[in-house]
């Protein structure tokens, strides 16, 4: 019911910043709830940050002050604003969007953080 597409990674300094899209499909995006993962090479996949249906965010503690989770309904879309980078952000960013028993992922986006 829901196809989501990830954008905006890429290579940045430690200190540095991205910001990451997830674009939805449909006409139903609003009553979703949506989510940011995060997967390391060798590593599970990692909650990084929530944003519900009204608004109301929560982050993992690892993120928090860092990380910005917005959305845009007219537009389809979930933001993560990610702010001082450090290379432990390195990772594929996956967003989910889930309601009750649904769940939708997208494909990911590559976050590499170097010097």
């Known amino acids: 019911q829901v196809q989501l597409v990830e954008s905006g990674g890429g290579l940045v300094q430690p200190g540095g910043s991205l910001k990451l899209s997830c674009a939805a499909s449909?006409?139903?995006?609003?009553?979703?709830?949506m989510d940011w993962y995060r997967q390391a090479p060798g590593k599970q996949r990692d909650f990084v940050a929530r944003?519900?249906?009204?608004?109301?965010?929560a982050y993992a503690d690892s993120v928090k002050g860092r990380f910005t989770i917005s959305r845009d309904n007219a537009k389809n879309t979930v933001y993560l604003q990610m702010d001082s980078l450090k290379p432990e952000d390195t990772a594929v960013y996956y967003c989910?969007?889930?309601?009750?028993?649904?769940?939708?992922w997208g494909q990911g986006t590559q976050v590499t953080v170097s010097s």
């Open positions: 989910n969007a889930f309601l009750r028993l649904e769940a939708y």
């Open positions: 449909g006409n139903s995006f609003s009553i979703y709830h």
């Open positions: 944003i519900t249906t009204t608004g109301n965010a």
